[in-house]
């Protein structure tokens, strides 16, 4: 990376910061080995669970969410593909959703569940970017 960056990418890159503590707790499960990985669902019915399922069983008691199931409880309201708006306002992202976010990666920007559906990436990697860049 070079020290000067187009104005946007720091713009993007500090819009993108993540409360430390979630963070720190996130990229701790992520790099833990602990969840069985998947693409393109939060979590499988086996338990296996994408980053952003890993975010939510992090931030589950915070949000009073569950899982049943493939799906994250709360409330009424069923999330089986992308977090509830709740689990974005405890990672103190209030203009955006975590889904959206953005991290540099192969000369571009990538939003999360794109690297972990897209990519070849493991959990571990994905926490390694997320804690080098949010």
């Known amino acids: 990376m070079t020290l000067l960056q187009p104005c946007w990418l720091c713009w993007e890159m500090a819009m993108n910061k993540l409360n430390p503590e979630v963070k720190r707790k996130w990229v701790k499960a992520l790099k833990s080995g602990d969840h069985k990985e998947i ?3 939060m979590r499988s019915m086996n338990g296996a669970m994408d980053v952003l399922g890993v975010l939510c069983d992090v931030l589950r008691e915070e949000v009073r969410g ?9 409330s009424r309201t069923s999330h089986i593909y992308l977090p509830p708006r709740r689990v974005s306002i405890a990672c103190g992202l209030e203009d955006k959703r975590v ?4 991290i540099p990666f192969n000369g571009g920007m990538i939003p999360l569940y794109r690297l972990n559906d897209d ?3 493991t959990h571990s990697q994905i926490g390694d970017l997320i804690d080098d860049h949010l």
């Open 99 to 102: 889904e959206d976010i953005e």
């Open 66 to 74: 569950k899982w049943e199931n493939e799906s994250f409880l709360l």
């Open 119 to 121: 990519t070849n990436l």
């Open 39 to 41: 693409k393109g669902q």
